[in-house]
């Protein structure tokens, strides 16, 4: 089972959070621009799921798969490269991990810790040199010592938590201090077991979310946000569709028909074939879209 598009069911409500908070809609201007509320804006219905069964038999079958899509996935990769530069033979946390992190190929870091729930995943994480299996929503303590890692990082599973804010205490404890924490996300989730929050909010408002998070612990500089996949003019999981892939052969057989038929009775239903290949492409799914929210320990 794949990670579904999950969007927005929520109906207006005046004066909320963090609805009447998003001020524009560019994801690296929100987080500067936001004027945060006094105080903790989250009630316990908020991280209440639809499903609240066993955690465990939810994530016991494992999963080999990517829950997003190419695009996604590069442009996540591209960014790390980019931070993890900062940090030299770094010690990396990933939370909630699984079976792959996304971080670059070149190795640059001196050791990757993970922690998630399946531990078939966590074992077959090629990038990882030790695994311990924590259910964060029963037990957020992290199992490392204080000041234990550089940079800590969680993948589109953040919306998961049911204690986030116990959550990134702990990341901030284990963080040294000007490590970084780098959250990514984008609309794709099990919505049975993504908070209700989540599943009431958009895209901006998710940023907002995650951005909370890390600044109510008072530990870090202000988060910023960044919309990783925008640098893209025309995207890799667009041209990797099978319907652009009939475009040039449309063309080409158009062509052919133009040079070599009879008679003009032919090309109507080749400029169809045509168009209906070029409709077929537009139509076809949008990227995920990309997001990363992160900030320095202080």
Same mark, same amino acid.
């Given at each position: 089972?794949k990670? %579904? $598009?999950?969007?927005?069911?929520? %109906?207006?409500?005046?004066?909320?959070?963090?609805?009447?908070?998003?001020?524009?809609?560019?994801?690296?201007?929100?987080?500067?621009?936001?004027? !945060?509320?006094?105080?903790?804006?989250?009630?316990?219905?908020? +991280?209440?799921?639809?499903?609240e069964?066993?955690?465990?038999?939810?994530?016991?079958e494992? $999963?080999?798969?990517?829950?997003?899509?190419?695009?996604?996935?590069?442009? &996540?990769?591209?960014?790390?490269?980019?931070?993890?530069?900062?940090?030299? %033979?770094?010690? /990396?946390?990933? /939370?909630?991990?699984? !079976?792959?992190?996304?971080?670059?190929?070149?190795?640059?870091?001196?050791?990757? =810790?993970?922690?998630?729930?399946?531990e078939?995943?966590?074992? @077959?994480?090629? %990038?990882?040199?030790?695994?311990?299996?924590?259910?964060? @929503?029963?037990?957020?303590?992290?199992?490392?010592?204080?000041?234990?890692?550089?940079?800590?990082t969680?993948?589109?599973?953040?919306?998961?938590?049911?204690?986030?804010?116990?959550?990134m205490?702990?990341?901030?404890?284990?963080?040294?201090?000007?490590?970084?924490?780098? &959250?990514?996300?984008?609309?794709?989730? +099990?919505?049975?077991? *993504?908070?209700?929050?989540?599943? $009431?909010?958009n895209?901006?408002?998710?940023?907002?979310?995650?951005?909370?998070?890390?600044?109510?612990?008072?530990?870090?500089?202000?988060?910023?946000?960044?919309? /990783?996949?925008?640098?893209?003019?025309? =995207?890799? =999981?667009?041209?990797?569709?099978?319907?652009?892939?009939? /475009?040039?052969?449309?063309?080409?057989?158009?062509?052919?028909?133009?040079?070599?038929?009879?008679? *003009?009775?032919?090309?109507?239903?080749?400029? #169809?074939?045509? !168009?209906? *290949?070029?409709? #077929?492409?537009?139509?076809?799914?949008?990227?995920?879209? #990309?997001?990363?929210?992160?900030?320095?320990?202080?």
């Open positions: 089972m990670a %579904q $598009r999950c969007f927005t069911s929520r %109906q207006a409500t005046g004066g909320k959070w963090p609805t009447d908070y998003v001020s524009t809609s560019s994801a690296a201007d929100l987080l500067r621009k936001v004027h !945060w509320p006094a105080s903790w804006p989250y009630e316990a219905w908020d +991280f209440r799921r639809e499903d069964s066993d955690d465990d038999v939810f994530y016991s494992p $999963r080999l798969i990517t829950h997003v899509d190419d695009d996604f996935i590069e442009a &996540l990769k591209s960014h790390y490269k980019k931070v993890f530069a900062l940090y030299p %033979q770094a010690r /990396i946390l990933d /939370i909630c991990s699984s !079976w792959v992190s996304h971080y670059p190929e070149t190795k640059t870091w001196s050791h990757v =810790s993970i922690t998630g729930m399946n078939y995943e966590l074992k @077959n994480n090629a %990038q990882a040199d030790d695994y311990t299996v924590r259910n964060l @929503n029963i037990t957020p303590a992290l199992p490392y010592e204080d000041g234990s890692f550089d940079i800590v969680c993948t589109v599973s953040f919306d998961y938590l049911n204690k986030p804010l116990e959550v205490k702990e990341v901030a404890r284990v963080l040294k201090p000007g490590g970084a924490v780098i &959250l990514s996300t984008s609309n794709r989730c +099990f919505p049975s077991k *993504a908070v209700n929050i989540w599943l $009431r909010t895209d901006m408002e998710h940023i907002l979310i995650y951005g909370s998070y890390i600044h109510y612990t008072r530990c870090f500089e202000p988060p910023e946000a960044l919309d /990783i996949g925008s640098d893209s003019i025309v =995207s890799l =999981s667009f041209l990797s569709q099978p319907s652009f892939a009939l /475009i040039p052969t449309a063309a080409a057989l158009g062509t052919a028909a133009v040079v070599g038929a009879t008679g *003009a009775g032919e090309l109507p239903a080749v400029i #169809a074939g045509i !168009w209906a *290949a070029v409709v #077929a492409t537009v139509s076809s799914p949008p990227p995920d879209p #990309a997001y990363v929210i992160q900030a320095r320990r202080i």
